[in-house]
């Protein structure tokens, strides 16, 4: 395929966990383990886009390329629209947006969500999704859920349980027992430049306010986003210490010898 770039957002901010992409792990911040699986994802480059000096200073360290970006942006979507302006990048460009938090996202999905938009030239945004394999993965609201169309177009994204199985839930909401075909979105997108820029020039929508889904304004604005089954089930990402515990034991098998 034709090349295509990585931007990886470190956002400082986080109410849970400020300063999460310096969070070490194994002996690394946890960005550097995020940009050393996107570094083996066949990437012609992956940037670092961070508003702090100190994230920046880390990347440095263990080689990263690193762009400063604004504070106030509201997504990573924002933030990777200044870096690819900022570098001059193709409007048919393509860029991952790959979340500093995913310190386990295999280098295969990053690939993977890049050539979705080799393999389809109509379309504006590409992504993943997996099969839900829960009732409670249906019904929790943080796990969002996407309904797509024949040729793989989404058709929407929702915290809701859709699509909603109504003869499963003969006693109303509660008594749901239904949730075969539905499919839980992988928070992975990659972007042509020109749609990147279209998107953070929109600003939010009514519908993305109210799912809070960033996704919903290209949707709104009719763009394309193309789903594809993720080529394998990512691991959860980092949201809490619990979390990072977690990950930082898994981690450690990682580690180079010596």
Not at 67 to 77: F, M, N, P, W
Not at 127 to 135: I, K, S
Not at 150 to 160: C, E, H, K, P, T
Not at 229 to 244: C, F, I, N, Y
Request: glycine fraction near 8%; aromatic fraction near 6%; hydrophobic fraction near 40%.
């Amino acid at each position: 395929m034709s090349g295509f770039r990585v931007v990886i957002p470190a956002r400082y901010a986080s109410q849970r966990l400020p300063g999460k992409p310096l969070l070490s792990m194994a002996g690394r911040p946890m960005v550097q383990w995020v940009w050393e699986g996107a570094s083996r994802s066949g990437a012609d480059e992956v940037l670092v886009a961070t508003d702090h000096d100190d994230i920046a200073t880390a990347c440095r360290r263990f080689g990263a390329e690193v762009c400063l970006t604004d504070q106030d942006h509201a997504s990573g979507t924002d933030r990777i629209a200044e870096v690819a302006a900022r570098c001059d990048w193709a409007d048919d460009d393509i860029v991952v947006n790959v979340q500093g938090d995913e310190p386990l996202l295999p280098p295969a999905l990053v690939r993977q969500v890049a050539e979705l938009l080799q393999l389809h030239p109509d379309a504006d945004i590409g992504t993943l999704a997996t099969p839900v394999r829960t009732l409670g993965e249906y019904l929790d609201p943080n796990v969002v859920k996407v309904v797509s169309r024949a040729d793989g177009a989404a058709m929407y994204f929702s915290r809701a349980p859709i699509p909603w199985h109504r003869d499963g839930a003969p006693h109303g909401p509660a008594s749901q027992q239904g949730y075969a075909g539905a499919m839980r979105h992988v928070g992975l997108y990659s972007y042509r430049v020109a749609s990147l820029r279209r998107l953070a020039e929109a600003g939010p929508c009514a519908t993305e306010k109210v799912e809070r889904l960033e996704q919903l304004r290209a949707l709104w604005l009719g763009m394309r986003i193309q789903v594809d089954g993720a080529l394998e089930v990512p691991p959860a990402g980092v949201d809490t210490a619990e979390d990072a515990a977690r990950v930082s034991r898994l981690l450690v098998d990682r580690v180079p010898a010596g």
